[in-house]
């Protein structure tokens, strides 16, 4: 359910841009956001705690949050395209959870705050599913995905859903980060025409601009991690089986997983700990080891660096790759002073020495197309309640993308569902496990698991660029914070496609830690304790942000009530 594209670059000198050239940019607004006297943060830095307090101390309502925040995407998504549609039931569901806390019913920290889902995660109400696809326009399912349904559980509003690279980039080889035929093409917030990474795009550009909470993305190899790299967010790609991929659109059942996608590790732990945990529609959640999912807002720990050690996979780190690395590399550097002043120990060159043979190999490329010619119909197109253009399979799926023009075909190819059809296996064969368990080998005994043990190590670390393929391949969890962004006299490099801006000046960048299967409580307090020491984020500044504060929803409300 989420690949990113391999960033192979043009080219395009393009000069220098100098930062907050401001191309319809309204940053840095000085108007106060107090509510009614009370200091409140601007939206875009508001934490998950700021919303509580100011929920429980009647400053605003949830019906006041779902306002602001549908107003600021309105603002921003005629220019960045992250949102793709709306809850039509939100105000209804909003004014309920209100109602429901002004009787002291409060289902959990996340009652009553609003959520973003990307568009490959279902909900049985009025928003569609459909990876972006007009193929799945209109399908039904039978009921909430399990990550939906967790979310309502705890409260959260599901506001609406957000675009993705279409298919969660398993559909094509020559296509942008963030572009489907349902969506358009999702652009980041930090410079014009920014590639937003892929394929959460739409998740992590609505959660960099503060129009959620958060949002949740799903990975199958780098799409939560990615994008949270370049829009300056925290990313949680949790441990395959941490987190029900039940009713989310599939690529690989190896390697989907759904995570959160927010602007500080507390908020990310808040969401995580709504969306963890068992169940009956997803048996990978049968391998969860524990009785309880452990409190991952108690993990955040100022002091969870302390005593630990902590790897760097060296040879991982490229300094040849597309989009050039050196400007991350000496920012990284200069980051595990950070982690050594708060009581780690590094220790580098603790090299993945399967790294040769995975790149040579096509063992992974195997994996996901046999993956997802089984799971795709079984886990899925089978499932649907309706389906209205009959698609079924991958074949019925490829044939309605060439013949409906909106999907852009063949100007975006279909390459890769021609490769998973042609491989004439699926994930039932003796072919797909040969490859499984030497991917996985390679990945796992002789990469992250194999540099854990054999270097008595908590955690590795790496530039988030580097970070999601080995983890991806065994199902192991990365959690990834902000670091720095490109400097101003980054040269502008295009995408692939040379439609948008891949590097430039003001690009955001972070940093991953990797850890062992369900390690996320250790991790969580590993990125936090980096977080409140290092504090990036609000130093980077969006070119362009909506300006609706929860003060002009709070007045106009109460002008209204007394004209
Ligand atoms: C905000 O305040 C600072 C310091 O008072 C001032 O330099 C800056 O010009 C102000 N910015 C705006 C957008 O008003
Ligand atoms: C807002 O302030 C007024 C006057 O200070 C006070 O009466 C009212 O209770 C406050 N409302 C909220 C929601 O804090
Ligand atoms: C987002 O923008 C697109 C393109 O302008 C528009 O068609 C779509 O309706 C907008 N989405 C929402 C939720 O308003
Ligand atoms: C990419 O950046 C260049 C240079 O700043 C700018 O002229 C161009 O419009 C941007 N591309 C898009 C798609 O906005
Ligand atoms: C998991 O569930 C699938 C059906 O969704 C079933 O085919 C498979 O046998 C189950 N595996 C285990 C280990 O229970
Ligand atoms: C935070 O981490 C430190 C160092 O590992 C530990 O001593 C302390 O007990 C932790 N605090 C909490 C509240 O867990
Ligand atoms: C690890 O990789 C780095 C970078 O490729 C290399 O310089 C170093 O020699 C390697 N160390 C070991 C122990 O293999
Ligand atoms: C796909 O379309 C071709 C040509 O129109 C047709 O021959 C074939 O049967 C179709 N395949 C499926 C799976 O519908
Ligand atoms: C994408 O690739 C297809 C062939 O696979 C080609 O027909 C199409 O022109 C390409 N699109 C672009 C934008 O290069
Ligand atoms: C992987 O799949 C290919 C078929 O594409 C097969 O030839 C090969 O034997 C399989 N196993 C390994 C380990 O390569
Ligand atoms: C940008 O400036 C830095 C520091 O002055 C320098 O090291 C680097 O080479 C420059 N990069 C480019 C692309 O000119
Ligand atoms: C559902 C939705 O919002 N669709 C819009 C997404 O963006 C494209 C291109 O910008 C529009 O044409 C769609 O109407």
Known sequence: MA?????????????????????????????????NGTAFPPLIEATTEDLIGGLEAGLFTSVDLV??????????????????????????????????RAKGIVYGPLHGIPILIKNNIA?????????????????KVPRDSSVAAK????????????????????????????????????????????????????????SSLGLALAALGTETDGSILSPSDVNNLVGIKPTVGLTSRYLVIPISEHQDTVGPIARTVKDAAYVLAAIAGKSAYDNYTNAIPF?????????????????????????????????????????????????RKAGATIVDNTNFTGYKALNEGNYSN?????????????????????????????????????????????????????????????????????????????????????????????????????????????????????????????????NEFGTLNATAPNIPFGISFMGPHFSEELLIGLAYAFEQRSLVRNTITPYIQPVTELIDVVDAKLKLARP
């Not at 109400?125 to 326009?137: F, H, V």
């Open 366 to 494: 195997i994996v996901l197309e046999a993956d997802f010619i089984s799971d795709l119909p079984k886990e899925y197109l089978s499932q649907l309640s309706y389906n209205p253009n009959k698609v079924y399979s991958v074949a019925d799926l490829r044939n309605f993308t060439h013949a409906f023009p909106l999907e852009d075909w063949p100007e975006r190819d279909t390459l890769v569902w021609d490769g998973a059809l042609a491989l004439g296996f699926d994930n039932t064969s003796p072919e797909f496990w040969s490859n499984y368990t030497m991917n996985t080998y390679l990945a796992g005994p002789l990469g992250v698991t194999g540099a854990l043990k054999n270097y008595s190590l908590d955690a590795l670390v790496l530039p988030t660029e580097f970070s999601p393929n080995f983890p991806a391949l065994i199902g192991s969890p990365v959690i990834t914070v902000p670091l720095g962004a490109y400097p101003p006299n980054t040269t502008v490099l295009l």
């Open 123 to 139: 909900t049985a109400d009025k928003m569609d599913n459909t990876a972006g696809s007009y193929a799945l326009a209109g399908a």
């Open 67 to 100: 306002t602001a925040y549908t107003q600021r995407i309105m603002e921003v998504n005629a220019t960045l395209h992250m949102v793709t549609q709306l809850n039509p039931d939100v105000l209804s569901i909003a004014a309920q959870l209100d109602g429901q």
């Open 291 to 339: 009785e309880t999912i452990p409190d991952y807002v108690a993990a955040c720990n100022f002091s969870a660096l302390q005593g630990k050690r902590i790897g760097v996979p060296r040879n991982l780190i490229d300094l040849t790759a597309d989009p050039p690395a050196a400007p991350i590399v000496a920012v990284f550097d200069a980051a595990l002073d950070i982690l």
């Open 3 to 35: 690949l990113i594209s391999l960033a192979h670059l043009f080219v395009a000198i393009l000069g220098w841009f100098s930062l907050n050239s401001g191309v319809g940019a309204v940053s840095c607004s000085n108007r106060s956001t107090d509510i």
């Open 151 to 206: 979310l309502r559980k705890a409260g959260a509003v599901i506001l609406g859903k957000t675009n993705l690279s279409q298919w969660a980039n398993y559909r094509s080889f020559n296509s942008s980060n963030g572009w489907s035929a349902i969506g358009g093409q999702t652009e980041g917030a930090y410079y014009p025409g920014q590639d937003p990474s892929g394929s959460s795009s739409g998740s992590a550009v609505a």
